[in-house]
């Protein structure tokens, strides 16, 4: 049973994440993490700014509980069923995020430069760490889905409107590395 | 009952998504890189069993276990907002290096900086909401 305890391989993880998209269709649900998201702010009260969070949020009411689920689940994986959670990255990615000041790659799960306590007082860390959340907001309810529900549940239904998400995901992704993170790291 | 479902589809989604590394901020920037096989072998996976159980579910017209059909509705045809939309979710992503799964799972992990990154994706969410009628999609 050590393996559990081990990083699990793409083999494992990714039919798994397929048996839970389909476990969700098969009770009736659909996939789709980032419309909590759209949920979340008609609770706070976005619908008396905006028509486009006035819709019945109960019905999403089950999502949430998988949200809180992701949360517990989160909690489980990194305190009973992680030994060491360093990533075991390509030397070569290690070697480039080194010399941008990314020290912790190779012996940690997240970076210190923005995801230690620490970042929270530093104001180069906080304004990335928004700027970051914001697009991937905006950009999520945009386009019609995240992760999840584009490149997951949208590509294995063979939806077009899917792999065109896809594809803007990895052109701004591309984007991101190669060209803004050499301006700001 | 049906609550403990959902609780239990998500706790193991969770352990999933932190298990496999797609939630560490590392393996998004190796993937932009071309380091590593390991998160195209993740979504590659997952979206090739997904097309043989989804094309499945279809052709036996495979019910749900309430008995419903199982559907999955087409998105509207366009390509402005999936391109535009897609490129600035695929921005803050590798900035972040999260996605609105492994925020969730970064937060129970006890990464507290996130927490900044999810309520800016909650506002940019608003901010889609109220801007949506002046943009192209």
């Known amino acids: ?185 | 009952m049906r609550s403990i479902i959902y609780l239990v589809i998500g706790i193991f989604f969770g352990i999933v998504l932190f298990k496999s590394e797609a939630a560490s901020w590392f393996r998004i920037y190796e993937m932009f890189k071309f380091g590593s096989f390991h998160m195209y072998g993740i979504i590659g996976s997952a979206v090739t069993l997904g097309i043989i159980l989804v094309q499945l579910i279809k052709k036996y017209n495979i019910k749900s276990v309430y008995g419903e059909p199982v559907v999955i509705p087409p998105k509207a045809r366009s390509i402005k907002r999936y391109l535009f939309g897609g490129i600035l979710f695929g921005l803050g992503w590798a900035l972040a290096g999260a996605c609105p799964g492994p925020m969730f799972v970064l937060l129970g992990a006890g990464y507290l900086p996130i927490f900044i990154v999810i309520v800016s994706a909650i506002f940019g969410t608003f901010l889609y909401g109220a801007l949506k009628d002046k943009l192209p999609h």
Not at chain 1, 3 to 15: F, K, L, M, V
Not at chain 1, 129 to 157: E, K, N
Request: aromatic letters at 12%; proline letters at 4%.
């Open chain 1, 1 to 185: 049973m050590n393996w559990i305890y081990d990083p699990w391989p793409w083999y494992i993880s990714g039919p798994l994440i397929t048996l839970i998209m389909v476990t969700l269709l098969m009770i009736g649900k659909r996939f789709g993490m980032s419309s909590n998201l759209r949920t979340l702010c008609t609770i706070c009260g976005a619908d008396k700014a905006a028509d486009f969070f006035k819709f019945d949020w109960k019905a999403q009411r089950w999502n949430l509980i998988v949200v809180i689920g992701v949360i517990i689940g989160g909690f489980i994986a990194n305190n009973f069923l992680s030994n060491d959670t360093s990533v075991d990255l390509n030397p070569k990615v290690i070697t480039d995020l080194q010399a941008k000041g990314f020290e912790s790659a190779g012996t940690a799960y997240m970076p210190d430069m923005l995801f230690s306590n620490g970042a929270l007082t530093d104001p180069k860390a906080l304004t990335l760490l928004i700027i970051g959340g914001l697009l991937v907001g905006f950009g999520a309810r945009y386009a019609g889905g995240c992760t999840s529900g584009h490149a997951i549940s949208g590509l294995s239904d063979l939806q077009i409107p899917s792999l065109i998400a896809v594809i803007g995901f990895f052109i701004g992704g591309l984007v991101m590395i190669h060209f803004i993170f050499p301006l700001i790291f």
